[in-house]
């Protein structure tokens, strides 16, 4: 992809994330990988785009104010490994991401293998949202 990139944290040369704008689709693709010759029983496989606040020292008082979830397997096994195309239209994207010294805002995209007596499986990917707004308009 040709997007941008900004960094994830306070520390500018550490991970990076596509930077997204309000009103943006935020799509990808997802895989979910299978060993040869095993099978991945599940209830069902979902991707999310979540905002969420996290308080860096209490990670209870992590809270989302924004979630889609989008349905890409109903319930069942997979034997081998699958792609699955998402797209999230036109989200709005109202909240910058920050990150400060106690509070963080964050949005990410977390595919999600729920299974029944294992742990269910989670990937999250973050990403930047910026909001540019136009410049003042100079009254001469």
């Not at 029983?41 to 991707?47: A, L």
């Not at 319930?75 to 239209?89: H, I, N, Q």
């Amino acid at each position: 992809a040709n997007r941008r990139t900004a960094p994830l944290g306070r520390n500018p040369t550490g991970e990076k994330g596509y930077i997204f704008c309000d009103g943006e689709d935020v799509s990808g693709q997802a895989v979910v990988s299978v060993r040869p010759g095993k099978k991945v029983e599940h209830q069902g496989i979902k991707v999310e785009l979540v905002g969420q606040v996290d308080v860096l020292y209490d990670k209870s008082a992590s809270y989302d104010f924004f979630s889609i979830t989008k349905d890409l397997e109903p319930p069942g096994s997979l034997f081998e490994t699958r792609s699955y195309k998402f797209k999230f239209g036109a989200v709005d994207k109202q909240n910058e991401t920050y990150f400060g010294i106690n509070v963080r805002l964050r949005y990410f995209v977390r595919l999600l293998v729920i299974r029944n007596y294992a742990m269910s499986i989670a990937k999250e990917i973050d990403m930047v949202v910026q909001n540019l707004s136009p410049p003042p308009e100079l009254n001469d």
